[in-house]
């Protein structure tokens, strides 16, 4: 348990350092985000589509099913060679994606503030602000495309920065206290070990021996000789 301990948080603190560096060279190199972010996709893409191609020999009993399977399977196969091969392509498809997602997040809040409004909440205002927000930047992210993957790879690459040097600084104050907490029980257990031998060394060590049944043949023998005093 102390060793899992113990190498639980030299890990947790290898993989902070790593989750840094990798927020450092996201801000500095916005380029590598992307083709990270592509070859990440594209391997997720490729086994979902093989293991739904291989699924799909298990629907053969019903020819749509077969057919509809095998072609969603191929088309996840090719789509995640693309995004490994054309980094292009994840970096036209992410401004897209950040739009859909503002776009649609700025709506769902719209529709709450019509919500606010029919019950005629004081605090209607302030859903309605952020709504805006959000569909005013799901415009930039569509108009403004380098930009957008840029900003989001900077983002990402602060998060990974922070959250590491949170972990980090966990880590190494938890691996402390697993030392301290080594260290004690070690004190506890010396004194322990050292009673322990000494309790056997007394134990071992018998002032004389004898056997039971000469102290019995003796008892008898002083009985007869007292008789015959007598």
Avoid: C
Avoid at 81 to 88: H, L, P, Q, R
Avoid at 219 to 225: H, K
């Amino acid at each position: 348990m102390k060793r899992s301990n113990s190498s639980g948080g030299i890990i947790g603190i290898i993989l902070s350092i790593v989750f840094i560096v990798l927020g450092v060279v996201f801000v500095v190199k916005p380029d590598i985000f992307i083709s990270s972010v592509g070859l990440i996709l594209g391997i997720g893409l490729i086994i979902v589509g093989f293991f739904m191609a291989i699924f799909s020999f298990f629907l053969r009993y019903t020819i749509f099913g077969f057919v509809l399977m095998l072609l969603l399977g191929i088309s996840f196969i090719g789509f995640g060679i693309s995004f490994i091969v054309d980094g292009g392509l994840v970096s036209t498809l992410i401004p897209v994606i950040l739009f859909i997602y503002l776009f649609i997040t700025g709506i769902n809040k719209l529709t709450y503030v019509l919500k606010l409004n029919k019950l005629k909440d004081k605090h209607w205002f302030i859903p309605l602000i952020f709504s805006i927000i959000y569909i005013v930047l799901s415009l930039l992210a569509l108009i403004f495309r380098s930009e957008a993957n840029d900003t989001l790879a900077i983002v990402v690459g602060v998060m990974f920065i922070v959250i590491g040097s949170i972990s980090l600084i966990d880590y190494s104050i938890s691996l402390k206290d697993i030392k301290k907490v080594e260290k004690r029980n070690k004190k506890i257990e010396e004194p322990q070990s050292s009673y322990e031998n000494s309790d056997s060394s007394i134990q071992s060590s018998k002032p004389f021996d004898y056997n039971e049944s000469d102290v019995i043949e003796g008892e008898i023998v002083g009985e007869e000789d007292n008789r015959k005093d007598d």
